[in-house]
């Protein structure tokens, strides 16, 4: 019985770490109820219901919670995977940017490539400039020692001024202050997904990069729980000075981490702008809020692959409830808000599942007593 | 009712373990009283029952035949309680003084006045002969001086019973003879002293009686006149353990390992860490070099396993020079390493026993394919070690390692540098922290290396251990080499005279 238990996905996510996102989720949203009391009380009952049920009210809704969730799981990859090897990526919004503009680049200058292969370029192309532009931070770290976060953030602000440059100078639409819109064979197919969630004749944004986002955790599980990478990788992260001690070079470790988890979130870029809903770069100075929120993602998820997946999609159903709050005058910022609170208690997450597991021991423990007496 | 503390039937009981059951402890008043067990036979915890740290479920505490409640440290000072913890708990800018007060100051006017303090300092220390310097700083002082220092910080808040834990650890030869004498003093002039050690010299070198507890039990409280070092560790371990190892005469063979001139610098303040270092090790030789710690041993090891840039000199492993090479060209040219620390660089705490069992194999084809750990490999080779070196872990293969105990760990660590394909093991204090019985299984397995003609460099703290085992002694004094000593021709003595750099011997590097 136990086993078979343990197999499932409560196994893979490890019961008591996915309990203790729940309990975060729960207090936070339990805080958020009462921000909205505080700010509209007549209103509070019928806003929270909005914000916990508008995401699964009708099947357009589902379809914005997949679009949403898409490149926040993809950040929230980005994070992760810096995160089990012992690396704080904060720099996923630069990498996520610079992705996204490559993307878009290819997306509409690439014309003579056909079909899916425009599109296929275009992911690539988004990888391989986040892989770029994570790999510096990680350069500098393991040759320099410099801090990861300090030159990811630095990365951030070069990242989207260097962006807006390139997009007024090679890829401009005047009337909207934006990049063009890329070729419509650069977009990531839709498979139908947009017929499925849909409301009447309003079709939802769901594309089918929610299943390379899918696809994506499902590698990075792959490699860090099958390959002598992850191995390496996960070594230096927990206990750089006995990966050292091994023989594991743990500069080359950190440089391949941050070029994994750059390429991850670059990849996201792509998706967002390359969802076919007629989303473009925006020439503003404001760091990609995508990026960010890989982070609470990633956290809320105690950086496990398959919990990402899970995390990202609430984290996207959470925006498309708050989008809806709208209706009853609330701000959308109210549900900033209220995710904050979630990840302020996500933090205690972990605190949760030593709780959690010394409570299991004990039972265990009174259980073995009682049976022995 | 001469018991001046008694702990009588203290239980107290952890999720999953007993780890006092039932134990009584008499302290006479005026006595030394050695409290033996190995390592997890719940020393520690009874002592934090003392100190109120842990209420027990059972028992009672009885100061002078009077029950008292112990809630915590403050109650226990109150009680007259004091203790040296084996680390010394001192804040290293201030002074000896402003140390010994620190907490207890006295105070005028709301400012702070330390003349009074002084004259009882100074008063106490030539009572009990313990000499200190009041006004150096201590991180200027002797590891002796701080230890002194704390021994003064429990006389001066007039603490009646003193418990001393493991406090010969860090200590040179000489500075633990004189450690007993201070203790013997004290105990003259009316002290109680409970004496927590697993070292059976000293017992019977300065106890009057022992209390021995074994896997959370009391085995039993004797008289240490009488008793002999076999009886005690019988009486600790449960068995009977040899304290001499039998070692085998054998010719050394060909050179293994060469050290030619090593220089190995403080990056930041540019201070030789070792210098000028030359030696060599043999096929079939255990060198030790001893020295107290902190002299440039560390350093030394790091050099020679390529965790640390030399900046001077070579390195020779079987005659090719590494001094440049990378961690796994050494490993793979045959050098194994027991690290000192094995939480820092021996294991990674939070991987299973297995992953640690391959921490440098899981990359060779038979662990791996296209870049594919093979798992079931992986638990195979593990459940052999650990069958192998009997070493216990919980769960098996998959326990993780910080959930086992010290000894076992460090099995884990001699189990993995073993059977690697070696022909030198560096041995960094490989019985660092570890019981009688651990250390008796490790110091076989070293032998047994030795035996099957590896070269053997052992680092280490202990004097015992350094004359037990090893076939030739370097003494390692602020980085340098300044003695190579036989251990059948030297003494205890003067092995610390050149460990406390005050004899150097002429012709050493």
């Known amino acids: ?373 | 009712m001469d018991y001046i503390i008694e702990m009588n039937g203290i239980t107290k009981k952890f999720p999953g373990v007993i780890a006092n059951d039932h134990i009584t402890l008499q302290l006479k008043k005026g006595e030394i009283h050695a409290l033996l067990g190995e390592n997890g036979a719940g020393k520690s915890t009874l002592m934090s029952v003392l100190f109120g740290l842990y209420q027990p479920e059972s028992g009672v505490i009885l100061k002078e035949g009077n029950a008292v409640k112990i809630n915590g440290p403050n109650d226990a000072t109150r009680l007259g309680i004091g203790m040296v913890h084996q680390h010394f708990k001192l804040v290293h800018n201030f002074t000896v003084l402003e140390n010994i007060v620190l907490g207890v100051e006295t105070v005028k006017h709301g400012l702070l006045s330390m003349e009074e303090a002084r004259e009882k300092v100074v008063a106490l220390s030539r009572t009990y002969g313990l000499e200190i310097d009041p006004d150096a700083p201590v991180s200027d002082i002797t590891v002796g001086m701080q230890q002194r220092t704390e021994i003064l910080k429990m006389l001066y808040r007039e603490n009646e019973i003193l418990i001393f834990d493991e406090p010969t650890a860090v200590l040179t030869p000489q500075e633990i003879a004189e450690l007993m004498k201070i203790m013997k003093n004290l105990k003259e002039q009316g002290k109680s002293i409970l004496f927590i050690t697993h070292k059976l010299n000293e017992i019977l070198a300065v106890a009057d009686r022992c209390t021995v507890l074994r896997k959370g039990k009391g085995v039993g409280t004797i008289e240490v006149a009488g008793a002999t070092k076999e009886g005690l560790s019988e009486m600790m371990v449960g068995r009977k353990v040899s304290l001499e190892m039998a070692k085998s005469d054998i010719d050394p063979g060909a050179v293994v390992l060469d050290v030619r001139e090593l220089t190995v610098k403080n990056k930041i303040t540019g201070k030789n860490l070792v210098c000028n270092v030359s030696f060599s090790v043999r096929e079939g030789e255990i060198v030790c070099v001893a020295g107290i710690d902190g002299n440039g041993q560390s350093e030394l090891v790091y050099a020679l396993t390529g965790l640390l840039r030399a900046e001077n000199g070579q390195v020779f492993l079987r005659g090719k020079d590494i001094t440049r090479a990378t961690v796994r060209e050494r490993g793979n040219r045959g050098m194994a390493h027991i690290p000192e620390d094995r939480h820092k660089h021996g294991l990674v705490l939070d991987y299973s026993i297995a992953y640690n069992m391959v921490l440098q194999h899981y990359f060779e084809p038979a662990f791996q394919r296209h870049g594919f750990i093979n798992y079931g490999a992986v638990y195979a080779y593990a459940a052999g070690l650990i069958e192998k070196y009997d070493v216990r872990c919980g769960q098996g293969v998959k326990t993780a390692a910080r959930s086992m105990s010290g000894g076992n760990q460090q099995k884990a660590i001699i189990a993995r540098e073993a059977e690697r394909e070696h022909k030198l093991l560096v041995a960094v204090q490989p019985t660092r922290g570890l019981d009688v019985g651990a250390i008796e299984y490790i110091h076989e397995r070293l032998l047994e290396e030795r035996g099957k003609g590896k070269g053997i460099l052992l680092i280490s703290l202990e004097l015992e251990e350094v004359f037990s085992i090893s076939d030739r002694i370097l003494v390692i004094y602020e980085g340098q080499i300044v003695a190579d000593l036989d251990p059948k021709s030297v003494t205890y003595q003067e092995l610390g005279l050149y460990m406390a750099g005050s004899k150097r011997k002429e012709g050493a590097s």
């Open chain 1, 1 to 373: 019985m136990n086993e078979i238990k343990q197999r499932g996905l409560w196994g893979l996510l490890g019961f008591s770490s996915a309990l203790s996102s729940f309990a975060a989720i729960a207090v936070g949203l339990l805080f958020g109820f009462f921000l909205l009391l505080i700010a509209n009380a007549t209103d509070a009952a019928a806003g929270f219901r909005t914000l916990i049920t508008s995401g699964f009210s009708d099947l357009k809704s589902m379809g914005q919670v997949l679009y949403f969730a898409t490149p926040i799981i993809m950040t929230g990859l980005s994070v992760g995977f810096a995160g089990k090897t012992g690396l704080f990526n904060i720099g996923a919004t630069g990498q996520f940017t610079v992705g996204a503009y490559c993307a878009v680049f290819v997306g509409v200058r690439f014309s003579f490539l056909p079909g899916l292969t425009l599109c296929l370029a275009a992911l690539l192309a988004a990888m391989l400039a986040g892989a770029i532009w994570g790999s510096i931070p990680g350069l500098l770290k393991a040759w320099l020692n410099v801090n990861e976060v300090i030159s990811c953030i630095m990365m951030n602000y070069i990242g989207m001024y260097l962006v807006n440059y390139l997009v007024i100078q090679t890829i401009y639409n005047h009337r909207h202050n934006a990049s063009m819109n890329v070729l419509s064979n650069a977009n990531v197919p839709r498979l139908g997904l947009d017929r499925i969630f849909r409301d009447g004749n309003i079709v939802s944004s769901a594309n089918g990069g929610i299943f390379i986002a899918i696809l994506a955790a499902i590698a990075m599980y792959v490699i860090l729980e099958k390959t002598t990478l992850g191995y390496e990788l996960k070594a230096c992260g927990l206990n750089k000075n006995a990966a050292q001690y091994a023989g594991i070079s743990a500069k080359r470790g950190i440089v391949t981490a941050m070029v994994i988890s750059g390429a991850l979130a670059g990849l996201g870029g792509a998706l967002l702008y390359l969802s076919g809903a007629g989303k473009n770069i925006d020439v503003v100075d404001v760091l990609a809020q995508e990026g960010f929120n890989g982070i609470p993602v990633a956290l809320l998820a105690l950086n496990n692959p398959i919990g990402i997946i899970f995390s990202g999609l609430f984290i996207g159903y959470m925006t498309v409830g708050g989008f809806n709050m709208q209706l009853y005058n609330f701000s959308p910022q109210v549900v900033n808000m209220i995710v904050a609170v979630i990840i302020y208690f996500s933090a205690f997450a972990l605190l949760v599942k030593g709780f959690i597991q010394k409570l299991g021991q004990r039972e265990k423990q009174s259980g073995k007593e009682a049976g022995g007496e």
